[in-house]
């Protein structure tokens, strides 16, 4: 499986951009795909995910602000991310947990990254 992710950029406090994240390869049915995000010198946190039945979550503090949604025939991920903070900068990767039945757990596949740079 392959990620690729684009729509990063800078980008002024109120602003908006739209995150992006196609997949390709042996994905199979059973799988979510999500946005996660690491800021300089912190651990990398989940941003939001979302199933291949269009079940979402979100991180509590970025509820109402981001959005994340798929289109399963193109097998690619969107973040719709509003009213920017600066707090928002860091780079933003995109994931894909495929289930396997043989092992009975997630196996994760990460794309390149994409840095949102909030700025004013």
């Known amino acids: 499986v392959q990620l690729q992710a684009s729509g990063g950029g800078l980008v002024q406090p109120g602003g908006s951009l739209r995150l992006s994240c196609s997949a390709s390869?042996?994905?199979?049915?059973?799988?979510?795909m999500g946005w996660y995000r690491q800021a300089p010198g912190k651990q990398r946190d989940m941003v939001a995910t979302?199933?291949?039945?269009?079940?979402?979550t979100y991180a509590d503090s970025l509820k109402g602000r981001f959005t994340i949604s798929r289109d399963n025939a193109r097998n690619t991920v969107y973040l719709q991310m509003n009213s920017l903070k600066p707090e928002d900068t860091a780079v933003y990767y995109c994931?894909?947990?495929?289930?396997?039945?043989?092992?009975?757990?997630?196996?994760?596949?990460w794309g390149q990254g994409t840095l949102v740079t909030v700025s004013s």
């Open positions: 994931k894909l947990a495929r289930w396997e039945s043989y092992s009975s757990r997630y196996r994760d596949f």
């Open positions: 390869g042996t994905i199979f049915t059973a799988n979510y």
């Open positions: 979302v199933t291949s039945d269009g079940i979402t």
